[in-house]
């Protein structure tokens, strides 16, 4: 039987606890705080924040490790403990062999001297020696494409220029455990392959490295392990892609969940402002009665306005999986199903939606008149469906109009940008349309991939 792989890190049941404030109970001294052990175990709920919750994970010496998770679910804090730039409330953290962590880029700069003479000073506090810097000075300021600007005081550097500077010194320390926070961040994208290519390079040598990032395309490709934390709990473990594709699950559940809470607001505002007396200057571009369609649809604010002879009692965006849902990917087919009612029989009728992107310009508009649909009978309660068989759209978020009204126009039941959702997709389009598209090259052009993550 094989033995296990070494572990470089080992995290078991750590939890951290940060103090906010002390409202109630003041201590005389830190001493008597610390002697009398009510630092921490005394907070009162309101007075503590646990930024992270009994989290365990190891890394095997000489793999890829990431940490996934929304702003504010403990990795940076997962990070720093391991670091041993702070200790944790309970629990243990254990690394073995040397570390540089890429977290705080430049912490140690002093604005007032050179860069050069920051970067030894940053060097030593890595854990070089003055000989070593000098060795490796040069390849130094080159990669941080400073050799202009290195003698001039860090005070003067742009930000780009200071974070690519401590990059560039935490990078070449040679640690056997890399400790990477969002660095991708660092520079333009020239530099950004730089960095990805340094990566690379420490994978390459069999180097440990633990990665936090929000692109998590560079987690799927490049770590053999991943880590998702929610509100300083681990979530899931193991597989980067399953671990992946279990966050991005949650994170569009919570926005679906966050753009129905918006919508059902924005509802019952248009509703109280239609059961409210009209005022004499009104500022919002609404029609001037419940009933009246304003004199220009496409300027005119979110509200709700017709007769209401016939309504429309419900609408839903259903997903492929035939679910209600409010976030789809660019391509996916798209069901728009809207609930009709109607007090007494009507003969003339259309039925309409609308897609507008987030600046207010129409994506795409039709209607039962359009398609050469003429309506004869709308009684009782129905239902009508408009299917996008693809939903070819370029990431960002969308407001659905939809609509019940007379072939002339008037109005039975207008429901003006109510109702939103959201479009992702992996590449980085402009505009708002994304046609189906193939790139060919002949002669001498060359083309490579895009690494991910950059």
């Not at 921490?40 to 709920?45: A, E, F, S």
């Not at 990669?143 to 005081?153: K, Q, S, T, V």
């Not at 692109?215 to 880590?227: G, I, K, P, S």
């Not at 003429?374 to 960002?396: F, H, K, M, N, S």
């Amino acid at each position: 039987m094989m033995p296990a792989p070494a572990r470089a890190i080992d995290v078991v049941n750590v939890t951290k606890t940060y103090r906010r404030y002390a409202r109630r109970k003041q201590f005389a001294t830190l001493k008597s705080a610390i002697l009398s052990g009510t630092l921490v175990g005394d907070l009162r709920p309101e007075d503590s924040f646990h930024a992270l919750r009994g989290v365990s994970f190891g890394v095997r010496a000489g793999s890829t490790f990431g940490i996934v998770g929304r702003n504010g679910s403990g990795k940076s804090t997962a990070l720093k403990l391991v670091a041993g730039i702070t200790k944790p409330t309970t629990g243990t953290v254990s690394v073995r062999g040397r570390i540089s962590a890429l977290i705080e880029l430049g912490a140690g700069f002093h604005p007032e001297i050179s860069g050069r003479e920051n970067v030894f000073i940053n060097g030593i506090m890595l854990g070089l020696t003055k000989r070593e810097i000098t060795r490796r000075f040069d390849e130094i300021v080159e990669f941080a494409e400073l050799e202009d600007f290195i003698d001039a005081p860090v005070k003067t550097y742009s930000s780009g220029m200071y974070m690519r500077l401590g990059f560039a010194v935490a990078i070449n320390v040679d640690p056997d455990v890399l400790l990477i926070d969002e660095v991708l961040a660092v520079g333009d994208e020239a530099f950004t392959h730089k960095c990805l290519d340094k990566f690379a390079e420490y994978r390459r040598r069999n180097k440990t490295v633990l990665l936090v990032t929000h692109a998590l395309n560079l987690v799927e490709r490049f770590c053999d392990e991943a880590l998702w934390l929610d509100d300083g709990r681990a979530r899931a473990v193991g597989d980067p892609r399953r671990v992946v594709s279990a966050y991005i699950t949650d994170v569009e559940k919570q926005e679906e969940r966050h753009m129905a809470e918006a919508d059902a607001k924005a509802r019952e505002a248009v509703e109280r402002h239609n059961a409210a007396p009209a005022e004499p200057e009104s500022r919002i571009s609404r029609p001037e009665s419940p009933r009246a369609a304003p004199p220009d649809m496409f300027q005119a604010a979110e509200g709700r306005w017709g007769s209401r002879e016939g309504e429309i009692t419900d609408v839903r965006l259903v997903g492929e999986d035939g679910q209600p849902a409010r976030v789809f990917y660019s391509g996916e087919r798209v069901a728009i199903r809207l609930s009709l009612k109607a007090a007494a029989p009507l003969d003339d009728f259309v039925i309409g939606i609308g897609i507008f992107n987030a600046d207010g310009v129409c994506a795409f508009g039709t209607n039962t008149n359009i398609e050469d649909l003429q309506g004869e009978r709308l009684e009782g309660e129905g239902e009508a469906v408009v299917t996008i068989d693809a939903l070819d759209l370029v990431a960002g978020t969308y407001k659905l109009d939809v609509a019940l009204h007379k072939l002339d126009g008037y109005p039975y039941d207008y429901h003006r940008l109510l109702y939103s959702f959201r479009v992702k997709s992996r590449t980085r389009d402009a505009g708002i349309y994304r046609p189906r598209h193939s790139w060919g090259f002949s002669g001498g052009v060359r083309v490579r991939e895009r690494v991910a993550g950059s």
